[in-house]
Nanobody, 123 residues
Framework: QVQLVESGGGLVQAGGSLRLSCAAS????????MGWFRQAPGKEREFVAG????????YYVDSIKGRFTISRDNAKNTVYLQMDSLKPEDTAVYYC????????????????WGQGTQVTVSS
């Protein structure tokens, strides 16, 4: 079992920045890809960004390219999502997720999920 705990969410004005963290515990010995997803009110949960275990390959949804950066520190079992130039449409609950193998945009392929952290961007 792997436990994931997100932190770093909050309220920020448009144009501001936040850094989300996702700390993993439990069976962290396996090489897992990590993904960040988000769910806005009334919308489906969507893939935002993903990173391979090695950190060499990252993936982003078009709407956040150039504004968000995913990274990981395997020594700390932590994945980060640096969010810059935030927009009101980025308001959502952000979740991190883990899976064995390559990054996928399909949430059903992820084995473990955190509880989510709220990000609210005011205009």
């Amino acid at each position: 079992q792997v436990q994931l705990v997100e932190s770093g969410g909050g309220l920020v004005q448009a144009g501001g920045s936040l850094r989300l963290s996702c700390a993993a515990s439990g069976r962290t010995d396996s090489r897992r890809s990590m993904g960040w997803f988000r769910q806005a009110p009334g919308k489906e949960r969507e893939f935002v960004a993903g990173i391979m275990w090695s950190g060499d390959n990252t993936y982003y949804v078009d709407s956040i390219k150039g504004r968000f950066t995913i990274s990981r520190d395997n020594a700390k079992n932590t994945v980060y999502l640096q969010m810059d130039s935030l927009k009101p449409e980025d308001t959502a609950v952000y979740y991190c997720a883990a899976r064995a193998g390559a990054v996928s945009q399909q949430q059903r392929l992820y084995d473990y999920w955190g509880q989510g952290t709220q990000v609210t961007v005011s205009s």
